[in-house]
């Protein structure tokens, strides 16, 4: 590594002495820089094998929903001990300490869980952490189903940034909440909300092209006749068909495969 010397005037090879943190110059010894921050990882890691970048040197981003940001710090107990931490005074002290958050936090982890099982993206994923600190911040919710409310956070989220999911789908990730309580759920966060901000909850709009392209790839279909089944409900939105859309895009689904060679029962489509 060369720098400027202003003693040599000119360039010269510096040697860093990591003990002391100082950048000396090679050729007269004078102290280019004293006490600098070794930024590099304190351990060895192969993830910088070949180059400075090391993602593991950095922390966890910042979550404004908690109230410390989400970068407090837990001491875990020692190793070998049971409950004499947890009746220890510094147990005692962060466990006081992390009430305010511990439930916010259980909730964030389990609205992740669903969000990846479902595969839906971070943007849903926080838009649903969104809705449950407020509906959570509103001190109304105690004594309810908290899976349904958790799973209906996360259909609003899905509602609201136009990746809608079917509450089946949502009910087969929530941890054994109902098709029936996820919809009460549904109906009383949107009370809330409404409440909260004095004017109706914008849910978006559902559509049967939103739903085709999975139910196609669920079903094994190939590309051609995925294809022609997306024609085929783009074509039906020019007609007034009041059914719900899950319905309409299952129907043309069934039509599409009893036309092709790729026949499916109906009890596939639903």
């Not at 220890?88 to 006081?96: A, F, I, T, V």
């Not at 994923?125 to 407020?134: F, P, T, V």
Request: net charge neutral; proline share 2%.
């Amino acid at each position: 590594m060369d720098a400027y010397c202003s003693d040599c005037k000119k360039s010269t090879e510096v040697v860093f002495d990591h003990s002391a943190g100082d950048m000396v110059c090679s050729e007269c010894g004078l102290v280019l820089e004293s006490h600098s921050i070794d930024e590099t990882s304190e351990w060895r890691t192969f993830a910088n094998e070949a180059g400075d970048n090391d993602p593991v040197r950095v922390g966890g981003p910042t979550n404004a929903l908690l109230s410390d940001g989400g970068l407090s710090t837990v001491i875990s107990k020692p190793n070998g001990t049971t409950s004499d931490f947890l009746t220890s005074s510094l147990g005692r002290w962060q466990n006081r300490g992390s009430n305010a958050d511990r439930s916010l936090i259980l909730a964030f982890k389990t609205i992740g869980v669903m969000s990846d099982r479902l595969g839906l993206v971070a943007t849903i994923k926080d838009r649903a952490n969104e809705i449950y600190k407020k509906v959570e911040d509103q001190k109304s919710s105690r004594g309810r189903n908290q899976d349904a409310i958790l799973a209906a956070c996360l259909y609003i989220a899905c509602r609201q940034e136009d990746k809608p999911r079917t509450v089946k789908e949502i009910c087969s990730v929530a941890n054994g909440a109902t098709k029936k309580e996820i919809g009460r759920a549904k109906e009383y966060i949107v009370k809330q909300l409404e409440l909260e901000m004095g004017q109706s909850v914008e849910m978006g709009t559902i559509h049967a092209g939103n739903f085709m392209r999975r139910f196609c790839s669920n079903l094994g279909m190939t590309n051609q006749t995925v294809k022609a089944a997306q024609e085929a409900v783009k074509k039906s939105e020019e007609f007034d068909i009041r059914r719900s859309p899950i319905s309409i895009a299952a129907a043309v689904i069934y039509i599409v495969t009893q036309l092709s060679e790729e026949k499916k029962p109906v009890k596939g489509n639903e």
